[in-house]
């Protein structure tokens, strides 16, 4: 079993830097595909970006946060990053970071949050209006 953790969330203006961290227990952290997501009230659960497992060489974004947000990874600290360049109302939303053993980067994959297999509490987002 793999614990997650996400530090970092909390009230934040538009425009706004922040940048989330992802903690997990796993021996072997590079062996997992990561990502992160999202999930405002009364609305589903939604990808915002994965990240392949080893060197995450390959990226999946939605599109409403490409060229915004920058997801990274650092296995040796066992850790997964999103960087959010500018924050905007809009991604006010509870955020979820989530790790699955299988290959998890792509469309067809990332857009499935059922699939990934450990998921953290997530942190709260909130951005003013």
């Known amino acids: 079993h793999v614990n997650v953790v996400e530090p970092g969330g909390g009230l934040f203006q538009p425009g706004e830097s922040l940048k989330l961290s992802c903690v997990a227990s796993?021996?072997?952290?590079?062996?997992?595909?990561m990502g992160w997501f999202r999930q405002a009230p009364v609305k589903k659960r939604e990808v915002v970006s994965c990240?392949?497992?080893?060197?995450?060489?390959?990226?999946y974004y939605r599109d409403s946060v490409k060229g915004r947000f920058t997801i990274s990874r650092d296995n040796a600290k066992n850790s997964l990053y999103l960087q959010i360049h500018t924050l905007e109302p809009g991604d006010t939303a509870m955020y979820y970071c989530?790790?699955?053993?299988?290959?998890?980067?792509?469309?067809?994959?990332?857009?499935?949050?059922?699939?990934?297999?450990?998921w953290g509490q997530g942190t709260q987002v909130s951005v003013s209006s």
């Open positions: 990240i392949s497992r080893y060197d995450g060489s390959s990226t």
């Open positions: 989530a790790a699955d053993p299988e290959y998890k980067v792509g469309a067809v994959f990332c857009e499935a949050p059922a699939g990934f297999t450990f």
């Open positions: 796993a021996a072997s952290l590079d062996t997992y595909s």
